[in-house]
């Protein structure tokens, strides 16, 4: 069940049409000519009296899949068809479907349905997030993308058989709380020396002024290692932070600068997008690997 508000444009110049509310009593409500709500149906509730000065009523939704498309189950937006039948979808499935309804096979596409677009724009919805903090609202066809970038997006702990997990700020506050003795402090814009042992394939790592939880993943393979950074994070944090990583042996050296991976939820195994590759000949005969990185935050970006 779904609660949102609907509200109006508040155009006070715009004539009105509408009919005054009368305040009825309650035994009026047993009246036999009065057409009972089945239950099934969405109850419409009015809010006090200020909010109804603006125009904005309480609606409760029992079933919300109603403005998501029928077809591919995503939250409808603007445009959206219907068919002569009143089947509607959205423009992305009516092409899909080379405009043809997927419900009674009548052409589709064509026809927009205005009174489901006017519900969606006016339509204001909590983040699914609430109850982790998010206050936000926006219009329906708006939330999944905010959800995908909203920072109070539950990401887990990534130390091993831990299994808590809540907004960003909640899990490095844990992190540093239950599981300080298994990273490595550091801040940022500081070079940080690391030495990985043979079968090292991680180092957890923990920023000491906004308490950041970042991972050094490593995997062994027969040409040598593969190392990239990790920050453990919601996707709002993508491209939040860049990285220095330099593998050294006497005189020689080889260096990786890149976009730190972001992760809400990370597990050990290979690194999956861009990582230094370190040559066996970069390796002790004991198998320690000896790396410097730096990691930096991007100015350019809202960082969290």
């Not at 110049?13 to 969405?42: G, M």
């Not at 066809?141 to 997990?165: M, V, W």
């Not at 590759?277 to 930096?296: D, T």
Request: net charge positive.
């Amino acid at each position: 069940m779904a609660r949102f508000s609907i509200e109006d444009d508040g155009d006070e110049a715009r004539p009105s049409n509408k009919r005054p509310r009368l305040n009825r009593p309650v035994a009026a409500a047993s009246n036999s000519r009065d057409r009972p709500t089945p239950s099934a149906a969405a109850p419409l509730e009015s809010t006090d009296e200020s909010d109804s000065s603006c125009g904005s009523i309480s609606v409760t939704l029992t079933d919300p899949d109603v403005l998501d498309c029928p077809i591919c189950y995503v939250s409808l937006c603007s445009p959206v068809y219907q068919c002569e039948n009143g089947h509607i979808a959205c423009a992305s499935c009516c092409t899909t479907m080379k405009n043809k309804c997927a419900s009674c096979s009548w052409p589709i596409g064509y026809n927009r349905c205005r009174a489901i677009e006017k519900v969606l724009e006016s339509v204001r919805v909590a983040c699914r997030n609430l109850p982790r903090g998010c206050l936000q609202k926006f219009s329906y066809s708006k939330k999944l993308g905010h959800e995908k970038i909203c920072n109070y997006t539950a990401i887990s702990c990534p130390h091993t058989g831990c299994d808590f997990a809540s907004f960003s700020q909640s899990v490095y506050s844990h992190f540093a709380l239950k599981h300080s003795q298994s990273s490595k402090l550091f801040c940022f814009n500081e070079v940080i020396s690391l030495s990985l042992d043979k079968d090292q394939k991680h180092v957890f790592l923990q920023e000491k002024n906004m308490s950041t939880v970042f991972i050094l993943n490593r995997t062994v393979e027969p040409m040598g290692s593969f190392v990239n950074v990790v920050c453990v994070a919601p996707a709002a944090a993508k491209k939040a932070y860049l990285f220095d990583l330099t593998a050294t042996v006497g005189e020689s050296s080889i260096k990786l600068k890149s976009v730190v991976d972001v992760m809400p939820k990370w597990m050990a195994g290979p690194p999956s997008k861009l990582y230094l590759i370190v040559p066996k000949a970069f390796i002790s005969i004991s198998g320690v690997v000896k790396l410097e990185l730096h990691i930096f935050r991007n100015e350019h970006h809202n960082i969290l």
